[in-house]
């Protein structure tokens, strides 16, 4: 059983950067591919990144490609997703989720994650 709390939420201008936060309770978060996911109001959910157990292989969507970046720290079982030059389109709930499975192509799709948080709000103002 994994718990998952994201934070680093909130209001920002379009252009301007946030760093998201999702800390995993538990002792075997290496065990866990990692990802974040968002979903706008009235849109489905999005894949936004995910990141492999061991932090060697990361997957991005191709809307924040080469703005976002999600990184893991195992020692303190925390994983990160830096947002750069965010624009209004990316407001959304963010969440973090946490998977049994290797990390493959596949970590696009919510069903390979288990364990799901209560996501942390962003807002980018144009």
């Known amino acids: 059983q994994v718990q998952l709390i994201e934070s680093g939420g909130g209001f920002v201008q379009a252009g301007g950067s946030l760093r998201l936060s999702c800390e995993a309770s538990?002792?075997?978060?290496?065990?866990?591919?990692m990802g974040w996911f968002r979903q706008a109001p009235g849109k489905e959910c999005e894949f936004v990144a995910a990141?492999?157990?061991?932090?060697?292989?990361?997957l991005y969507g191709d809307s924040v490609k080469g703005r976002f970046t999600i990184t893991r720290d195992s020692t303190k079982n925390m994983v990160y997703l830096q947002l750069n030059s965010l624009k209004p389109e990316d407001t959304a709930v963010y969440y973090c989720?946490?998977?049994?499975?290797?990390?493959?192509?596949?970590?696009?799709?919510?069903?390979?994650?288990?364990?799901w948080g209560p996501g942390t709000q962003v807002i980018v103002s144009s």
């Open positions: 538990g002792r075997t978060f290496s065990s866990y591919i």
């Open positions: 990141i492999s157990r061991y932090g060697s292989t990361s």
């Open positions: 989720a946490a998977g049994r499975a290797p990390l493959t192509p596949l970590g696009v799709q919510e069903g390979r994650y288990d364990y």
